[in-house]
């Protein structure tokens, strides 16, 4: 057994506890930086299907707003239909381009579906308060422990909204965050579509949220920033000598929730993509000039395991890799300190001397950590 400092040994147990709480209810992986998802996180073809299937398996998520919500269930849903291994279940109400019918929103539990429970507290999508009040979302997450990603959409409030408003926004999803250590809180932007001095203003309001989402390595879905780009074309105007980003023409109409099917499609195949991030899957994802840092991603086999597990671990850097096994009472029982090759990590260690029971794995490398869990039989 490694023996550890008391001050080591009360920090491991901390982020033990933590992370027991989280790995009971969730199976997330929570990245080490922040996610951004925009105009280049499109490339779902891209995704293995392993990878698919696990999001489908272990995320349960809360998606709320009002009208222009809807653009993303509209877009999850036509790439459903043209593939059905991007199979979606969404709770209570069919909240799409083709359909409105407002059941109250429920959570499914569908094998092999990503799950969606369409709305905070009973109330459809559109019908929600979500960060002006609070209790409502925490209501919505204590009546279905198994949410594991929370998500609320603007309409078109960043148009004359305040700096003080905004950060209203900011500081109240953080505090959800704090509040529930088991779930992703997803921020957004909103849309793009006004121009003008409503445009700069909410370009002004999106460009706050991108910078706290930066400054705090919060996960961030930057709809407008898919409002304003197309087959590799951004749309701007001019405003007072400065060129504003703004909605794609190709993106003008009404065919689903204010914008159009090849808008909702985009929107929708962004939201396959913060999916796979947020389950490990990695990549460089981009915003103006900054580049997120992929995410360490491993795989664990056999689990459950009885005399050794391999070790796969992906998205790293060429350093020390320290693989620890923690016990329930959040002594590390085990530690292997391994050197990453060519961005990824082979091992086998041996566990046959452990007592049967749950077991929690932190990797480190450099700055990213994760954990995983696994059962000795």
Known sequence: MIKLTTTS???I????????????YSAIKVPAQGVIIDHNSLNIDQIP???????QQNIKWQYSGTSHSGQLLCGITQIEDSNPVY???????YYCCFANVYDPPFL????????IYPGNCGYRISNTGYYKNPSCVQQTLNQNPTINISQWCWCSELDSYTEAQVQEYLDAVNLLEQQNPNVIFVYMTGNAQAGGAPGYNRHLRNNQIRQYCINNNKVLYDFADLDCWHDGEQSTYLYNGENIPIQHPAFDGSECHHSTYLSALQKGKAVWM????????????TIGNKISVMQMFCNLNPNPAKSYINFEVKNIEDELVI????????EVIIRQDCIGLDGSLLKRIDIEHLCKGLYIVNIQCG???LFEKFIKL
């Open 367 to 369: 700055e990213k950590m």
């Open 13 to 24: 147990k901390t982020i033990f506890l933590l992370m027991f709480v989280f790995t009971i």
């Open 9 to 11: 040994t009360r920090f």
């Open 274 to 285: 913060l999916m796979a991030k947020l389950r490990g899957y990695g990549g460089n994802l």
């Open 108 to 115: 499914p539990n569908i094998p092999d579906a990503l799950c």
């Open 49 to 55: 299907l392993t990878v698919i299937d696990d999001i």
């Open 87 to 93: 199979n979606v279940e969404i709770g209570g109400e």
């Open 323 to 330: 693989i620890s096994i923690i016990d329930l009472r959040g």
